[in-house]
Nanobody, 115 residues
Framework: QVQLVESGGGLVQPGGSLRLSCAAS????????MQWYRQSPGKQRALVAI???????NYIDSVKGRFTISRDSAKNSWYLQMNSLKPEDTAVYYC?????????WGQGTQVTVSS
């Protein structure tokens, strides 16, 4: 059983930065895909960024140039570096790992961008 534990959320002023972490435990396929989603109040959960073990990364237009996914395969950990944060980035952020045709979710971490 794979478990994902997220950390790194918090309150930050507009223009600030945060780094979210997603640490996985359990048996993970070497072929996997990490996805970051976010959900704002009253809205559906939406995909923000994706990173595959084959090296493909992609971002939604509104975060391109500001958010960066990285991974530390040795630690089974993924990161979402978020820079130049805007109030509209406020949401609960979830990591989601696709491994061996299974989808696993982190518990979510709140990111609030406000002055």
């Amino acid at each position: 059983q794979v478990q994902l534990v997220e950390s790194g959320g918090g309150l930050v002023q507009p223009g600030g930065s945060l780094r979210l972490s997603c640490a996985a435990s359990g048996s993970i396929s070497s072929i996997n895909t990490m996805q970051w989603y976010r959900q704002s109040p009253g809205k559906q959960r939406a995909l923000v960024a994706i990173s595959s073990s084959t090296g493909i990364t992609n971002y939604i237009d509104s975060v391109k140039g500001r958010f960066t996914i990285s991974r530390d395969s040795a630690k089974n950990s993924w990161y979402l570096q978020m820079n130049s944060l805007k109030p509209e980035d406020t949401a609960v952020y979830y990591c989601s790992l696709v491994s061996d045709s299974q989808i696993y979710w982190g518990q979510g971490t709140q990111v609030t961008v406000s002055s």
